[in-house]
Structures are given as C-alpha cells and as structure tokens.
C-alpha cells in the first residue's frame, strides 16, 4: 500500500496521544490503588528494586544469581497481584495499558507496519479525501424505485424494470467487490440515482475495510488546479485506493493540466485493473468525444460496463 508521508505522520500522532492517554490511565489507577493499599506501593519499590539488581548480576554474568533474584521477583509480583484481587480490582490492574497489544501502540512489530497503524492511516487518507469533496452517506436501503414510472415509454422502456436491474447490479457488485473488480459508468441526466447508488457501493465497501475515495469531478479538479504543487500527493491517493468514486463527470472545468491528470487517472486505474466508478450527464459518446477527445473516451467505455439510468429527475418527489 503506497502512503503518502502526511498522513502517516498524522496516524504515528494517533498513536502518540493512545500512549498518553494510556499512561495517563495508569497513573490514575496506581493513585487509587496506593491511597486505599500503601503495601501495594510498597511492593511495587521492591519488584523495581530488584530488578535493577537483575540487570546488574545479568551484566556480572552471574547466572545463579540472576536466577534467584527472578524467582524472588516473580514471587513478589504474585503476592502483589492477590493484594490486588483481595482490594477488589483486577490482578492486571497495575500493567502497562495497550489499545493494540500486538504493537503495544508502537505501530510496528518487528519492524513492520502493524495492522493497527495501517487502519489508522487508512482513516487519515479517507478524511483528507472526504475534506477534498465530502461523499454523500447513501445506502441500498435508502434507494427506492418507487420514484421511477412503471410506465413503458415511447421508445418501448420501462423505467422502474431499468432501474430494478440497475440496482441489483450495484447490489451484486459490492457484494462481490474485489481489487480487481470491473469499472462502471454510469450515465444519465441529473436525479436519476447515480450518484446515490454510486454512494451506497462505497458505503459496502467501506464497511468491508477497502480504501474507497471519492470526489466530484467540478471539485477535484478545482483542488488540482488550485494545488498545483501538491496534485501528487492527491494523485497517489487516487491512483492507490481500492475503489476510487469520480462523480458528475462533465460537470468540471477542464484545462489541458486537468485533462491530463484526468487520463493520468483512468489509464493507470485502467493498467492496473483497478476499479473505478464513473458517472456522468454526458450520454452521448459522439459529446464525451468532443470533451475528452479519443484517449480518454475510448479508454473509459473499453474498461467499464456501462449502465444507462432512465426515468424522469426524481428529485422533486424527495
Ligand atoms: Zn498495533
């Protein structure tokens, strides 16, 4: 998984305030635990004591010794474990506190990323995409087809039918998403769905652990072109995500920079089989021709599946 270095550097400060927070806890329960039994404190000189006499009879050599002193520790730590259970609180009371015991909050276990640090850098990359164009919260269960006619048109189309095959697509798709799941496009004039079923996949995908990114295409290129100098750092993002989500394409203001990123985008997704969910206004392919021109158009139809939202704007009936 490629990362970029801030947003380690903002999961490493999660760790730290865990560790603080943690420590911070611990002091608390030896204040309370030394006010109501002072033996326990006591003890607690001696195990330390002692093991300082460990060290020194370890660096001595002298095994027997630092044998003894072990046993004399366990013993202690024993005895003080019952004092504690005796008082009511549990034996481990007084142990160093971990929220990952795996890493002990240190966020690598032999010198490898641990899953905990990895979850937290995840989370920071979701949130300085979500601050780059916030996503929609929609879910399957909030699609309903009762906004589409169950009229079959003039063209012989029966809009509810369309869109109740269109959402067992989507259905199926996250159910079954993978890294290398195909990459859709969605197309449709404004209010027909697309963006909340685009949505609802991300939100099963997320809950599932993938890095799913997503951004309006008008504001992801307005970020790009305002931040030149820091474009990379989104581009990796994009191009890293398990699922990455561009809505409202058409919409956006392209330059010849942003037509660039935008087929830097979809190639590299395309090269490493990486899905993407697409949608657009655009439905014609003679007008995504005249907008994109033929690398990225033909890029785009060749590596999707492609549906066609029908009905009417359903938005006035919310
Ligand atoms: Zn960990």
Redesign the pocket.
Known sequence: MAVNTENISLANDTLARRRQRNSATLIHRQKEVFDLVPQIEEMGYEITSLGAKYTMATLAKNADKAAEIKAEMAMLKQKQQDMLVENGFAADYLEPIYT?R??E?K?F?NGRI????RQEIIKQRQNSLTALSPAPKTTFDDFSLEYYSDKTDEYGDNPREIMGNILNYCKKYAEKFSRSRKSVLMLGSSGLGKTHLSCAIADECLKKGFVVMYASSQSLFEQIEQNKHNAHHILNDIINCDLFILDDLGTEYLTFYGQSILYNIINTRMINNSPCIYTSNIIHEKEFLRKYGEKITSRLMGSCDTLVFAGKDIRPQL
């Open positions: 990952c795996e890493c909050d966020g276990v641990c899953t905990c640090l």
